[in-house]
């Protein structure tokens, strides 16, 4: 969970709001009518869970798709709890940590900072 705490504090020292994140790409599919409800699987996309953490809604390892979700900073946090976790139990490699992390949202440099630290 370190790396959560890095991110938490990153975003506090910025003194914006817990729920803005300079770090995500912050989009949002309900603002546009004719955008997809779900969306390919990335490749490498985890298939399996050790842990305990309940993963963002929408995002559960045995899903065919990924269906959109609005995001919120909580819901981030719970994705890279999950991702951050699973690599610690050596349950994910890079490339299954990096498609959930994208899959959420947010970029790969998160995601090579976050598995560098959690191996």
């Known amino acids: 969970m370190q790396f959560v705490f890095q991110i938490q504090s990153s975003v506090l020292r910025s003194g914006k709001p817990l729920c803005q994140c ?22 490498g996309y985890p298939t399996t869970q050790k842990s305990n953490i309940e993963p963002p809604m929408h995002q559960t390892m045995n899903k065919q798709h990924l269906v959109l979700h609005r995001l919120s900073f909580e819901w981030l946090l719970r994705g ?15 490339q299954q940590c990096n498609a959930c992390i994208r899959s959420i949202g947010l970029n790969k440099a998160i995601s090579e900072t976050m598995y560098g630290i959690s191996k």
Do not use: P
């Open 22 to 43: 300079d770090n995500c790409t912050d989009w949002d599919i309900f603002d546009h009518s004719k955008a997809s409800t779900y969306c390919e699987l990335l490749h």
């Open 80 to 94: 890279v709890q999950l991702a951050e976790m699973e690599v610690r139990l050596g349950n994910w490699s890079k």
